[in-house]
């Protein structure tokens, strides 16, 4: 059976039975399709623990794949096969005798207190063309902050998911296809506030929270990228929307906030990937250790 036609397959399957998003299809799409590419195969009859073995030093050796690019390209494909196999496409899954490297565990980088202060002071007293950029950039960075959504998250909030009145931010069908609903501080508040006044100024009806400044539409990931790209170079802060999420679960434990209060408002699956925010806040730590009774 033609490999292309089995991924085709595939992410119908994925997508329809699974449920899986859509940047997780993009995902299988680019890895199978590079497989495909490299490896030069067009029938699924022919993969072989040799062929697979010789796709993956060369990731390694010729890429420099790191562990985790490593693991995840391992994961994909053998997510494929197992597919394949329990369709009777291929008789076994060869990808699992392949060994896996050892990931190199690191501690998330986040910004410090000082600079998350800045980056926020800067976002809102850049010298824009019009105050509605003024008021969303300002909001879009507090959201970052102040609640910790991840990047698809933030665009995809609809105006009905930010209830101001009873401070909540409800999240749709966030990673892993989870709904959860994130407190908001009265400071917050403020911001959206301000944000949605102009936004009402301006007419903007588009369902989206996070409308575009010259289009009734939804702000987009190309916005997006383009926008912080604008505020690391008026800062002179390095960071990504990502980091900006680390900073928002190390400035909650800081605070005094507790892990699985945390877990709950990052959307963690599980509470293990909320624990490592405990190593990369050394406020929290250095806090722990005065509880020591020879302190005393």
């Given at each position: 059976?033609?490999?292309?036609?089995?991924?085709?397959?595939?992410?119908?399957?994925?997508?329809?039975?699974?449920?899986?998003?859509?940047?997780?299809?993009?995902?299988?799409?680019?890895?199978?399709?590079?497989?495909?590419?490299?490896?030069?195969?067009?029938?699924?009859?022919?993969?072989?623990?040799?062929?697979?073995?010789?796709?993956?030093?060369?990731?390694?050796?010729?890429?420099?794949?790191?562990?985790?690019?490593?693991?995840?390209?391992?994961?994909?494909?053998?997510?494929?096969?197992?597919?394949?196999?329990?369709?009777?496409?291929?008789?076994?899954?060869?990808?699992?005798?392949?060994?896996?490297?050892?990931?190199?565990?690191?501690?998330?980088?986040?910004?410090?207190?000082?600079?998350a202060q800045?980056?926020?002071?800067?976002?809102?007293?850049?010298?824009?063309?019009?105050?509605?950029?003024?008021?969303?950039?300002?909001?879009?960075f507090s959201?970052?902050?102040?609640?910790?959504?991840?990047?698809?998250?933030?665009?995809?909030?609809?105006?009905?998911?930010?209830?101001?009145?009873?401070?909540?931010?409800?999240?749709?069908?966030?990673?892993?296809?989870?709904?959860?609903?994130?407190?908001?501080?009265f400071t917050?508040?403020?911001?959206?506030?301000?944000?949605?006044?102009?936004?009402?100024?301006?007419?903007?009806?588009?369902?989206?929270?996070?409308?575009?400044?010259?289009?009734?539409?939804?702000?987009?990931?190309?916005?997006?990228?383009?926008?912080?790209?604008?505020?690391?170079?008026?800062?002179?802060?390095?960071?990504?929307?990502?980091?900006?999420?680390?900073?928002?679960?190390?400035?909650?434990?800081?605070?005094?906030?507790?892990?699985?209060?945390?877990?709950?408002?990052?959307?963690?699956?599980?509470?293990?990937?909320?624990?490592?925010?405990?190593?990369?806040?050394?406020?929290?730590?250095?806090?722990?250790?005065?509880?020591?009774?020879?302190?005393?």
């Amino acid at each position: 059976m033609d490999i292309e036609i089995l991924a085709l397959k595939f992410y119908d399957y994925s997508l329809y039975m699974r449920g899986y998003s859509p940047s997780t299809l993009r995902k299988y799409k680019h890895i199978i399709n590079f497989f495909k590419s490299y490896t030069g195969l067009q029938n699924i009859k022919d993969i072989n623990e040799k062929n697979l073995r010789s796709f993956f030093l060369f990731g390694r050796i010729e890429r420099n794949w790191k562990p985790g690019t490593f693991i995840n390209f391992h994961r994909t494909i053998s997510v494929f096969f197992q597919w394949c196999v329990a369709n009777n496409y291929m008789d076994r899954n060869f990808i699992t005798d392949i060994e896996l490297p050892k990931v190199e565990k690191r501690l998330p980088t986040k910004l410090i207190k000082q600079d998350a202060q800045k980056l926020l002071e800067v976002a809102f007293n850049y010298p824009y063309d019009y105050p509605y950029l003024r008021y969303r950039n300002h909001a879009i960075f507090s959201l970052f902050m102040f609640a910790g959504l991840r990047k698809s998250e933030l665009l995809k909030l609809k105006l009905s998911d930010v209830d101001i009145e009873n401070l909540t931010i409800f999240v749709n069908q966030g990673k892993g296809n989870k709904d959860r609903v994130v407190p908001m501080s009265f400071t917050l508040a403020q911001t959206l506030k301000r944000y949605l006044e102009e936004r009402k100024r301006l007419k903007k009806t588009c369902s989206e929270f996070f409308a575009s400044l010259n289009r009734n539409l939804g702000f987009t990931n190309t916005g997006l990228r383009n926008l912080i790209a604008q505020m690391r170079a008026a800062s002179g802060i390095k960071f990504s929307a990502h980091k900006l999420r680390h900073t928002f679960a190390t400035l909650m434990l800081e605070g005094g906030c507790d892990i699985y209060s945390l877990s709950k408002m990052m959307g963690h699956s599980d509470i293990k990937t909320t624990t490592i925010y405990l190593s990369a806040s050394a406020d929290h730590l250095r806090s722990q250790m005065t509880k020591h009774p020879l302190n005393t």
